[in-house]
């Protein structure tokens, strides 16, 4: 696919690119969809190159629909990353011989690239991480046991989880992460998983209930050892429109 854009790089803007961190929850772990490339032994994030005919944001979704096949999700642009050196010996000729690119239309990739940071919150249960090649690698990895990263695919990671700790005080999340139904100690972990930190749980109930977005099913969970816990869901409409108005509380 490189080898394909490579040959075509007319039809993609020059110098710019996109990197997603898709995260996605699961027993109790935030996970980040991340991949190995066959010429590299570093893993990194989703990303692609930009169509001269697409927006910027219409980019980024093909981006994420192509590594995750779901569409309609939670995917939001939190910052740029452009240092002077970023792209420096990526792409050397070892690896331009590896993929079989001339060098000369390989000076394409080897210039310095800007690359926008884009996250995505996604249901871990519906996505089935695509390799774009029968030798590359797409995992879930728990955040906390990320290995080594190029470039400064590091530092997009850890910004992306910054803003996304940010922005718990600002929006609801929840939504895109948690299976329809869910119990509130459960949607308690996710917050504490993403914060890093435990939670007063009549505290959170409290400020949880307040904001508006939940429903109390007429469920409880099955195959719990203890009592089982009431099951709620999210109230799309309400969701939606705390999201668009936003939240003025921390946690």
Same mark, same amino acid.
């Not at 490579?6 to 699961?26: A, K, T």
């Not at 774009?132 to 992306?160: C, S």
């Given at each position: 696919?490189?080898?394909?854009?490579?040959?075509?790089?007319?039809?993609?803007?020059?110098?710019?690119?996109?990197?997603?961190?898709?995260?996605?929850?699961?027993?109790?772990?935030?996970?980040?969809?991340?991949?190995? #490339?066959?010429?590299?032994?570093?893993?990194?994030?989703?990303?692609?190159?930009?169509?001269?005919?697409? @927006?910027?944001?219409?980019?980024?979704?093909?981006?994420?629909?192509?590594?995750?096949?779901?569409?309609?999700?939670?995917?939001?642009?939190?910052?740029?990353?452009?240092?002077?050196?970023?792209? @420096?010996?990526?792409?050397?000729?070892?690896?331009?011989?590896?993929?079989?690119?001339?060098?000369?239309?390989?000076?394409?990739?080897?210039?310095?690239?800007?690359?926008?940071?884009?996250?995505?919150?996604?249901?871990?249960?519906?996505?089935?991480?695509?390799?774009?090649?029968?030798?590359?690698? #797409?995992?879930?990895?728990?955040?906390?046991?990320?290995?080594?990263?190029?470039?400064?695919?590091?530092?997009?990671? @850890?910004?992306?989880?910054?803003?996304?700790?940010?922005?718990?005080?600002?929006?609801?999340?929840?939504?895109?992460?948690?299976?329809?139904?869910?119990?509130?100690?459960?949607?308690?972990?996710?917050?504490?998983?993403?914060? @890093?930190?435990?939670?007063?749980?009549?505290?959170?109930?409290?400020?949880?209930?307040?904001?508006?977005?939940?429903?109390?099913?007429?469920?409880?969970?099955?195959?719990?050892?203890?009592?089982?816990?009431?099951?709620?869901?999210?109230?799309?409409?309400?969701?939606?429109?705390?999201?668009?108005?936003?939240?003025?509380?921390?946690?």
């Amino acid at each position: 696919m490189l080898k394909s854009i490579i040959e075509n790089s007319e039809n993609y803007q020059p110098g710019l690119s996109i990197d997603c961190v898709i995260f996605g929850f699961h027993d109790n772990q935030l996970k980040v969809l991340l991949i190995k #490339v066959p010429h590299s032994e570093t893993w990194s994030l989703p990303g692609g190159f930009i169509p001269i005919d697409q @927006d910027i944001d219409t980019a980024a979704v093909t981006v994420l629909n192509e590594r995750t096949g779901v569409e309609g999700v939670f995917l939001r642009q939190f910052s740029t990353f452009g240092k002077i050196k970023r792209n @420096d010996n990526h792409f050397g000729k070892e690896v331009l011989k590896y993929l079989g690119i001339d060098p000369e239309k390989g000076k394409w990739l080897t210039r310095r690239f800007v690359t926008i940071g884009y996250y995505a919150l996604v249901d871990f249960s519906k996505i089935l991480p695509n390799p774009l090649n029968r030798n590359e690698i #797409v995992e879930w990895i728990d955040h906390k046991e990320v290995p080594e990263l190029i470039l400064d695919h590091r530092e997009i990671l @850890d910004k992306a989880l910054d803003t996304l700790r940010v922005e718990l005080n600002l929006m609801p999340i929840g939504y895109n992460l948690l299976p329809e139904k869910f119990t509130i100690p459960e949607l308690q972990k996710l917050y504490e998983t993403i914060l @890093d930190k435990k939670l007063d749980r009549r505290n959170f109930l409290r400020k949880i209930t307040n904001i508006g977005i939940l429903t109390k099913l007429d469920e409880k969970k099955s195959n719990v050892a203890h009592k089982a816990p009431n099951l709620y869901s999210f109230d799309k409409e309400k969701y939606d429109e705390v999201l668009k108005n936003g939240l003025y509380q921390g946690w």
